[in-house]
Structures are given as C-alpha cells and as structure tokens.
T-cell receptor, first 115, second 114 residues
C-alpha cells in the first residue's frame, strides 16, 4: 500500500541552526515526491519536488531535500533556520505505477524556530 | 502567489443551511481538487476533477457535492450544513505535465457550523 510517514509531529530548532524535517514513503513503483509548507491561516505552498535525476533537490526559501532510494526517504533540510520558517510542513508522494495517481499526504510536521 | 482564489475565507453558518464554497483559478489548469483539513493538520481529499464535466469523489467520504462546468471554476456545495462539517476546506489545481506537476492551493475557507 502507498503511504507517507512524517515521524515527528513537531520539530524545534534555534534560529541559525540547521533544520531537518523527516519523511519516509512506501510506493510500488517509482515515487514522485513533494514538500509543501503551510503558514498560519493560509493554504499550502509548494516548496520542491523530486521526479528524477539528481538526488539533491533545491527549492524555495533556501530549502533542499535529499532523495534516498535505499532508505525510502525524502528529508527536508535547511542549513540555517529562520524564525519565519516556523510553519507546518507536509510531505506528499505520488506513485508512478498503476492507475492511481493521487497524491498521498503525510500528517504534517510543525516546525518551530526559536529566536 | 498562485492565481487560485477561494471565497469566503471565513464562514459561520447555522445548521441546516445550504452553502457553496467558491474556488476559481486563472491558470487554465485542467485538474482541480478539494481537500478537507482537520484542526490537527491532516489533509483529506474529498473531491477532484480532471476537466470540465469530470468529477470524482476522493478518499474521504463527504456529504458535499461539486461541479465543473467551466475550467476555471470548481464550487463545493453542502445542501444542509451540520456541525460535523466544521473544518478548513482547501481548493487546489494542477496543470499540464502529467502527474509530475505540483499543485497550487487557495488560501482556504474556514467553515464553522453552529
């Protein structure tokens, strides 16, 4: 079965420190992987995606994510966190096998960056 | 900012009322979606459309209905609102490029049924 796991409900980091938000997935075919961010009282905004090619993907606002096929992971990272990065982060995967091409969403991780 | 708009942003309505949540996009996207988001963050797909006159139910059973008469418009209707319908509703769209394209989201409608 297709699934996405974000093992941490909440991540706390100090401003200026590196941050990691974890995501693991399970699909039957090759994955298309996405990260979105949701600021308070807003819709989701696309951050970055992995489709194929280089395992390290760079996205908006200085975020990047590394696709690791052997560990079935797609962790979101940023070298130096900002207070303004505090938000909800969602990982999503789409399976390129079969006829079901819907996005499967993680439950979200709340990131708090402390000044 | 994505060109996808939802109205109203906030709605408080009494039980039994009929409501329509509006969603419009100006990007010419063929695929559109409605998600329901729990207070605890989880997203549930309740409806989607792959084009005009095409609508499908999503993974979460919903008493709402949708229509897609025009490419740019994907309204969601509740014939008789109940307190259990209280939630945030997010509309999204995605364009050409097959299944590798990302979705663009509206700002959401927060519905409270009293």
């Amino acid at each position: 079965a297709q699934s996405v796991a974000q093992p941490e409900d909440q991540v706390n980091v100090a401003e200026g420190n590196p941050l990691t938000v974890k995501c693991t997935y399970s699909v039957s075919g090759n994955p298309y992987l996405f990260w979105y961010v949701q600021y308070p009282n807003r819709g989701l905004q696309f951050l970055l995606k992995y489709i194929t090619g280089d395992n390290l993907v760079k996205g908006s606002y200085g975020f990047e994510a590394e696709f690791n096929k052997s560990q079935t992971s797609f962790h979101l990272k940023k070298p130096s966190a900002l207070v303004s990065d505090s938000a909800l982060y969602f990982c999503a995967v789409r399976d390129n096998a079969g006829n079901n091409r819907k996005l499967i969403w993680g439950l979200g991780t709340s990131l708090a960056v402390n000044p | 900012e994505a060109d996808i708009y939802q109205t109203p942003r906030y709605l408080v309505i009494g039980t039994g009322k009929k409501i329509t949540l509006e969603c419009s996009q100006t990007m010419g996207h063929d695929k559109m979606y409605w998600y329901q988001q729990d207070p605890g963050m989880e997203l549930h797909l309740i409806h989607y459309s792959y084009g005009v006159n095409s609508t499908e139910k999503g993974d979460l059973s919903s008493e709402s209905t949708v229509s897609r008469i025009r490419t740019e418009h994907f309204p969601l209707t509740l014939e008789s609102a109940r307190p259990s319908h209280t939630s945030q509703y997010l509309c999204a769209s995605s364009g050409p490029g097959g299944w590798v394209t990302e979705a663009f989201f509206g700002q959401g409608t927060r519905l409270t049924v009293v």
